[in-house]
């Protein structure tokens, strides 16, 4: 027999009402408007659209204010959406080498073509709080150093003429790249699949695990080679057309990360290569990134599976922050059933666990008795 | 290709460039000024799809794909026959009209120079400024290093 339980409707539709009223809040206080999100909380934006792995600053940012900030529900709202979409095609891969860079910076070489430019860094501030900004102080323009343009090749390529680095992930030619938004995962699974994932997986998770790598749970000497942040153009081809159709720009940051390795069985002593690249700007996701995707490398480098961000299936599996609110979350929805017949069986195994406590002990009473 | 064929190819290519980098706003505007006329048969949307963004692993290794972006693409047919494509990132209807109208008259002789001059040679000089303007902040964030000889020789 199974009975169906109605109701809560209303209540749902209630709270529903009443979560809208929270979200706008005091009605003295002027609402938000979409493109003061996107211009003055722009790296909130730009976390949504890379952990919901859609590029549109406009969605991303309706996206926060309907999850009233809420990062991880406004990335849920923008992954949900992407699903109502149809797919045009795939891009040709981004050329980062031919970036309009608003940032670029190296741990390894200090004079580099192109130079160190740090761009809008919080780098060097002093991290106090800025009364000024509170009030609403004005805002001076940027400083402007007209110079010739010079052109800014990346780091990898400028150390890969001693051999002593590796060179960029190869796959084989008629390897097509995989797609976790089309297939199923599937372990082990190749490199590109695991940077679809890392580009979209939770910040914060990808950051323990990157700093679990520092603190020695599969150590792997990391420097950064680059860091470059800035506009790449992206280009599809499309049937209609004799020519890849130009469709804007969009915003980057790629972190190119140097491990030294000493070698093993089945590569020789050099630098090895974690790579980052996500959408907006986010070098501390980018950098996290590519640690992760350096020490899940550890099997194809011949080195020991020791720590959790080596291990593919763990690091993998529990990088999406949707899927991973999804199921913790669900926890709170009615399970009153499995509850019920969970409490019959303690119920049941309880009253038998006491029988045969009170046996236990009328067999021991007896024995002394006997004794 | 002959060398005529891939030009003309380069200079549509470099018309539908400016067209996606540009705000709707401003082509709508410079269209009105420019008195281009807008009457096309929409054969095919303004419609809102995804396309998927590759990058390469290392920069310049085997393709990946990153993730998604939002594009709204357009085709339409001129009175005169012209057929014109659009293509941009975003959800802007209007703007794909707009831009596949435009694609179409740039391949009409009759409007080609109009289109050259008034449209997108104005949207190009903003697309410079814009991205000049940007480069020369970004560069006065620029490191130079220098060297502090200290103690005595």
């Not at chain 2, 008259?105 to 814009?130: C, F, G, M, S, Y």
Request: with cysteine; proline share 5%.
């Amino acid at each position: 027999m199974y009975v169906a339980v109605k109701g809560g409707e209303a209540a749902i539709a209630n709270a529903h009402r009443l979560l809208a009223d929270r979200r706008r809040g005091d009605r003295s206080v002027p609402a938000l408007r979409l493109n003061q999100i996107v211009e003055q909380l722009a790296l909130g934006v730009d976390r949504v659209m890379s952990e919901g792995s859609l590029y549109d600053r406009e969605l991303a940012a309706l996206a926060v204010v309907q999850a009233r900030g809420d990062m991880i529900e406004a990335i849920f709202l923008v992954r949900a959406y992407r699903t109502t979409l149809p797919r045009f095609g795939y891009t040709n891969p981004v050329d980062t080498g031919a970036m309009q860079v608003e940032r670029r910076i190296s741990a390894t070489y200090k004079d580099l073509p192109g130079g160190q430019v740090l761009g809008p860094t919080f780098d060097y501030t002093h991290r106090l709080l800025d009364p000024e900004l509170a009030a609403g102080a004005e805002v001076e323009a940027p400083a402007q150093r007209p110079v010739e343009a010079e052109a800014m090749p990346r780091v990898s390529a400028i150390l890969a003429h001693e051999g002593l680095i590796e060179a960029d992930g190869e796959m084989p030619l008629d390897h097509v790249p995989g797609d976790i938004t089309r297939e199923p995962l599937q372990f082990p699974m190749a490199r590109d699949i695991r940077l679809q994932a890392l580009s979209r997986g939770d910040e914060g998770f990808l950051l323990a695990l990157g700093y679990s790598t520092q603190r020695g749970y599969a150590r792997n000497h990391p420097f950064v080679g680059e860091v470059r942040i800035g506009e790449v153009e992206l280009e599809l081809d499309v049937p209609e057309l004799p020519f890849p159709v130009p469709l804007g720009s969009i915003r980057v940051t790629e972190c190119q990360m140097v491990n030294q390795f000493k070698g093993s069985a089945k590569a020789p002593p050099q630098f090895t290569r974690g790579y980052g690249l996500v959408f907006g700007q986010s070098e501390r996701k980018a950098m996290a990134m590519a640690l992760c995707d350096r020490a899940l490398r550890a099997g194809e480098l011949g080195e020991d599976v020791v720590a959790a961000a080596q291990d593919e299936e763990f690091v993998i599996s529990h990088s999406d922050n949707v899927q991973a609110t999804g199921f913790v979350e669900h926890l709170k929805l009615p399970h009153y059933v499995d509850f019920q017949a969970e409490l019959g069986l303690v119920r049941r195994m309880r009253a038998e666990y006491e029988a045969r406590q009170n046996e236990d002990k009328a067999a021991e009473e007896k024995r002394e008795a006997a004794e | 290709m002959r060398g005529q064929e891939a030009r003309e190819q380069a200079g549509r290519k470099a018309l539908m460039a400016t067209l996606a980098h540009a705000e709707a706003d401003e082509i709508a505007r410079l269209w009105n000024e420019a008195g281009l006329p807008s009457e096309a048969e929409l054969l095919r949307g303004p419609e809102t799809g995804l396309v998927t963004v590759r990058g390469r692993i290392g920069g310049g290794g085997a393709p990946f794909n990153v993730g998604e972006a939002t594009v709204t693409r357009a085709t339409v047919r001129l009175p005169s026959g012209q057929v014109g494509h659009s293509y941009a990132l975003g959800r802007d209807k209007g703007k794909a009209r707009l831009a596949a109208i435009a694609d179409a008259l740039w391949q009409d002789p009759a409007h080609r120079e109009t289109v050259e001059t008034k449209l997108a040679a104005p949207l190009r000089a903003a697309l410079n400024a814009a991205r000049e303007t940007r480069r020369v902040e970004t560069a006065a964030t620029k490191v130079d290093f220098f060297t502090m000889v200290r103690g005595e020789d």
